[in-house]
């Protein structure tokens, strides 16, 4: 079935460092793919995707690129912020007709020291 | 205004006890769906109903049940709760495609004790 590893947390860094949280997937077919993000004590909201192959998504200074021949979508980000500290999940789109549904992998927490 | 909605946002009962969570969305999407978050914050698929009617229904024990009364709203009834059943449960809707952004609630923290 439809899988998504990513990195285990937690990550911790110093205010402007680079990040870089990796996404590997398994999917038959060609899923979309997501960033999401959770806040402490909030839901998830949609950081960024991509629906297909070579498509680079990017948000609030975060970028993550389709790569269907590493079967990757690795989130990066130049310099973070205190305001960054977050669980960020990866997952994948996968299904037909109306039968679609998130497959996420396991959250990676982010803190980030000023 | 807020696009989707839960209620309660935190309940605590005993173990053996019914209870429900309802959802709503007001983002015209056709598609809604319940999701559960464990103590790790691993999500998994509970259910998905498009238009009111059942689509996936991912290995749920049958003492939850769905129920779709319009396609706004996606309410989940939990009967006879264990321990296990603690964790968040968040409701979301879509467009009934696979590149759609998925919108979530805020998510209602279930305790058993």
Redesign the interface.
């Known amino acids: 079935g439809d899988s998504v590893t990513q990195m285990e947390g937690p990550v911790t860094l110093s205010e402007e460092a680079f990040l870089t949280i990796n996404c590997t997937y398994t999917a038959t077919g060609y899923p979309s793919l997501f960033w999401y993000v959770q806040y402490p004590g909030e839901g998830l909201q949609l950081l960024l995707k991509a629906t297909k192959a070579d498509d680079k998504g990017s948000n609030k200074g975060f970028e993550a690129t389709y790569r269907k021949e590493t079967t990757s979508f690795h989130l990066e980000k130049g310099s973070v912020q205190v305001s960054d500290s977050a669980v960020y999940f990866c997952a994948l789109s996968a299904g037909g007709g109306s039968n679609y549904k998130l497959t996420f992998g396991k959250g990676t927490l982010l803190t980030v020291n000023p | 205004d807020t696009a ?1 909605s839960q209620t309660p946002k935190y309940l605590v009962t005993q173990m053996g006890n019914d209870k429900s969570i309802k959802c709503e969305q007001n983002l015209g999407h ?2 809604m ?1 319940w ?1 559960k978050q464990d103590s ?6 509970m259910f ?1 109903y ?1 238009n009111k009617e059942l ?2 229904n ?1 290995t749920v024990p049958n003492r939850f049940s769905p129920k779709s009364p319009d396609k706004a709203h996606l309410n989940l009834h939990i009967n006879s709760l264990e321990l296990g059943d603690s964790a968040v449960y ?1 409701c ?1 809707s ?1 467009h ?4 759609d ?7 209602t923290r279930l305790t058993v004790l």
């Not at chain 2, 790790?40 to 698929?45: A, D, R, S, T, V």
């Not at chain 2, 952004?101 to 998510?107: A, E, H, L, S």
């Open positions: 989707v056709d598609t769906y999701y790790k914050k691993f999500l998994k698929i998905s498009n689509i996936i991912e968040f979301a879509s009934p495609d696979g590149t952004t998925q919108y979530f609630g805020p998510g």
